[in-house]
């Protein structure tokens, strides 16, 4: 009876290695690319969401609020841009106050008890201090007089779930590359950590056509993490490429996560800016007017819109190189605010 325990004991173990070398050889025909050092190109072969947790837990949804004084003028007014000034201003046949706001992502990459920054698109954040509208879109025409002068008086930068006041200070831009990174500096001491992005920095030169890709950001205000394949990598001189992920307002500054040699080994990789999309002009009833009956003639003021209607699944990237660029650049200036990224 031990003879034959034994010689069950030993043909099982035996059995047990034979299958246990078959699957890794399977496996290793199955998922070659894990090994070779480059980026993946296939979807993640085990669990990893408790590692896209960690990182989600640094995205944040990110506003830019910008605070208009708009001066309203009639078009008998006959005011042109060289009749600006203060006194004309004054003479305005009406002042309202608007609001002009824009949502997109942002991922924190430092912070301490005092103070954090967070990583975005610098388009967010760059409304001007003045937008002139005319009666006419006719540059040439003799009637193009002045409908419109809104000045910016104050603009708020937040960051969504920051404890206080949310608002921050753009500590670094670099509009060429659509990159920017916010400062805040807290009121008090925080009593708790803020979470970090905490993954190594990748080499985006080095994604191939069909790289995957993790995406995380607030698409319509969501937190959403997605996927997507790479194309056209390298597609200028600063490493640029496409991805065919689908973006919706709110993506731009969204992290791009790629995977070396199987997860959890995540890299960022780069950073969603933008998408292609059509644009047309419509005509569109007073926006006041809701649930109209369409079958009765609308006979109220129309208005001009503009319509951009986004190309799904064309996404542009920023690549990280030139998120470092920018910090090395800057590395004295950021060691002297207490600022210190990417380690």
Known sequence: MRFRAFLF????????????????????????????????????????????KEITDAVRKVFCKAHYKNHIF??????????LNENTLKNAHRIIFIDKTVSGTGTVIFADMEKAAVLSCAHIFSKPDTIISYFS?????????????????????????????ADCDILLRDAL??????????????????????????????????SFVYLVGYPKGYKIVTKGIV???????????????LFNTGMSG????????????????????????????VLVPERRVQDYDETIPYDGTIYVNNRKEISYGITFATPVEAILELIKENEKFLIQQGYQFFD
Not at 137 to 165: H, T
């Open 74 to 83: 009639k078009i008998e007014q006959k005011i042109r841009r060289q009749d």
């Open 177 to 210: 590359n659509d990159i920017v990174i916010l400062a805040k500096s807290f009121d008090e001491p925080l009593t708790e950590p803020i979470a970090v992005f905490n993954y190594p920095t990748g080499n985006a030169r080095e994604l191939e056509w069909g």
């Open 137 to 165: 879109d006719d540059y040439l025409s003799p009637e193009r007089y002045i409908q419109s002068v809104a000045i910016k008086i104050r603009q708020e930068n937040l960051v969504f779930g920051f404890p206080g006041d």
């Open 9 to 52: 004991t030993t043909l099982l173990a035996a059995a047990m290695f034979f299958f246990n070398g078959c699957s890794k050889q399977i496996y290793h025909v199955a998922y070659p690319t894990l090994y070779d050092g480059k980026y993946d190109s296939e979807f993640p072969y085990k669990n990893c969401s408790q590692e896209l």
């Open 254 to 281: 969204g992290i791009l996560l790629g995977i070396r040699d199987g997860v959890p080994n995540f890299e960022l990789v780069g950073m969603t800016t933008s998408t292609a999309a059509d644009y047309s002009t």
């Open 231 to 245: 194309s056209n990598p390298n597609r200028d001189r600063r490493g640029s490429f496409l991805v065919d992920a």
